[in-house]
C-alpha cells in the first residue's frame, strides 16, 4: 500500500512463495485520497510459486481503487499517478486451491488517472485462470513470449506483439 510517493525501484533476481505461503506475488496498491505517484519501478528475472496461496490467486496486481468502495474523486494533489512500471522475465505457478478462476493479472487504474507506460516482456504463468484483467489503463506493451495472452482491453496504444501465446 502507498501513501506518499513510491519510485526509482528495482526488484531483481527473486523468489516469492512456496509452501506455507498466503500471499505470494506482486501487489502494488493505492487509492484516492493518497495522492503521490507509484513510478520507475521495474521488476525483473522473478519466480512466483503462488500453488499454496490461500489467500491472493492472482502473480500481478496494481490497483488504484484499492478498497473498492464509492469513494468520489478527489482533487489532483490527491489523487494517485501509477506510470512508468515494468515487468521481466516473471515465471508464476497458479494457485490450485481455488475453486474459483481469476485473472492471474490484474490492473485496474482510476478513471481520472489510467495506469499508463507499462511494460511486459516475457511473462508466463502456469496454470488455470482468466487471464489478464485491465480497465483504466494506456500505453501498456507486450513483448517476447506472454503466457496467457492479453486480451484486447490490456494493449493500451501498441500494438501487441507475434509472440503472445
Known amino acids: 500500500e502507498m501513501s506518499g510517493s513510491v519510485f526509482n525501484v528495482t526488484v531483481d533476481s527473486c523468489f516469492f512463495g512456496g509452501y506455507g505461503s ?3 506475488g506482486i501487489h502494488l496498491k493505492t487509492t484516492r485520497g493518497r ?3 507509484i513510478h520507475a519501478i521495474r521488476f525483473r528475472n522473478i519466480f512466483i510459486d503462488g500453488s499454496n496461496s490461500t489467500k491472493q490467486p492472482r502473480p500481478l496486481s496494481v490497483a488504484m481503487f484499492y478498497g473498492g ?6 482533487n489532483a494533489t490527491a489523487t494517485p499517478r501509477v506510470y512508468d512500471i515494468s515487468f521481466e522475465n516473471i515465471t508464476a505457478i497458479l494457485p490450485e ?7 492471474a493479472f490484474n ?3 482510476l478513471p481520472e488517472s489510467p495506469m499508463k507506460n507499462f511494460r511486459f516482456r516475457d ?3 502456469r496454470g ?3 487471464g489478464w484483467s485491465c480497465s483504466d489503463t494506456s500505453d501498456f506493451g507486450f513483448s517476447g513470449t506472454i ?3 492479453p486480451g484486447p482491453e490490456c494493449a493500451g496504444t501498441e500494438s501487441l506483439t507475434s509472440h503472445l501465446k
Request: hydrophobic share 40%; net charge positive; no cysteine.
Open 128 to 130: 488455470k485462470s482468466l
Open 147 to 149: 503466457v496467457p495472452a
Open 123 to 125: 511473462i508466463v504463468a
Open 35 to 37: 495522492g503521490g505517484s
Open 107 to 109: 490492473f485496474v487504474g
Open 22 to 24: 498466503d500471499f505470494a
Open 97 to 103: 486451491l481455488h475453486r474459483k478462476l481469476f485473472p
Open 69 to 74: 468502495g464509492d469513494q468520489k474523486p478527489t
